[in-house]
């Protein structure tokens, strides 16, 4: 991704101090936008991609794809997109499944598909654009969207110029949820906290990943910032700056090595932890919720769950044929062992 030159920030709330930590709330914007529009996403997601929007006809307004696969460039593995649709009803062509995405959204779907003799597979959430919207943005519940897309994501499709703006603004609230929730977890000192972007989104990731259930190592964690550091600095310091100047934080400065600083004002760090930790069991919550309904809203369901648990757990989870037909019935000893051993928590 190339990033648009610096430009001084003169607005009240901060302070640039040259380096890769610009901090110029304007350049929140165009760095989202490139990102989306020139990160190589590869053959397979492409292929994938369009065969999610032939499985789901003229409904697809656009596709998003993101996850381990992105960032490690390759097919290997299960590949992940988030799928914007105007209408649940239309994407699922089920009453049940369309009320159980606009309850709880997303839906998650899980597709196979060989292309050259190539079996790929991907899992994909099911959205409209407004719940994609709002699930980016600070006032909701849980952070399933704002967590995954603060880090690097590719726009493979969007209907229209209308829909791919009102993408890539959602994207932009994403990076600044993430800022904003995490920052009142960054060390205090007087009245100033001082951190770097490493700092806040490796207790970010963390904090995100229990709140779904996901026990990821702190390898796995440092890697997602570790693998492009200065793009986080860029998105870091944008973000402040975009806060600062909306008046949700305080100072700001930042200097040439992708450190930070913002003064403390009043209460604001106690209640921002506090927001937070009350919403964290909720997420939890959801979460749980959420996987509770692919039972209904999704073919081969439990090996979907499976897979899920065991990607993110490290250990094989072993279920008999009785436990397949039948999980929600005979599945709650195999609950009940993941619970004791640290799985789900």
Known sequence: MTAPSPTSS??????????????????????????????????????????????????VVAVLFYGSCLRRQTAEGVLDFYVLVDDYRAAHGSRLAAAANALLPPNVLWLEHEADGEALACKYAVMTVADFVKGAGFEGIDGRVWARFCQPAA????????????????VASAVTTMVRRMLPFMPVEGAVQRFTSGDLFHHGFRETYSAELRSESEETIAGLHARDPERYDRVTGAALAALADAGQIGRVTGDAGGAFEVT???????????????????????????????????????????????????????????????????????????????VLR
Do not use: M
């Open 10 to 59: 003169e607005r009240p709330g901060t302070t640039a101090s040259g380096g890769s930590a610009w901090l110029d709330a304007d350049l929140l914007a165009p760095l989202v936008r490139d990102e989306l529009a020139v990160r190589p996403a590869g053959p397979a997601a492409e292929v994938l991609a369009a065969e999610i929007q032939r499985r789901h006809g003229d409904c």
């Open 155 to 170: 726009l493979l499709f969007a209907r229209d110029a209308a829909t791919r703006s009102a993408i890539e603004a959602a």
């Open 264 to 342: 403390v004002r009043g209460n604001e760090v106690r209640r921002g932890r506090r927001a937070w930790r009350l919403r964290r069991p909720l997420a939890k919550g959801l979460v749980v919720l959420a996987l509770l309904k692919t039972a209904f809203t999704q073919d081969n369901w439990v090996s979907y769950v499976i897979w899920k648990l065991e990607r993110h757990s490290g250990q094989t989870i072993e279920i008999t044929d009785a436990q397949r037909r039948h999980p929600l019935i005979l599945g709650w000893p195999v609950i009940f062992r993941l619970l004791r051993n640290g």
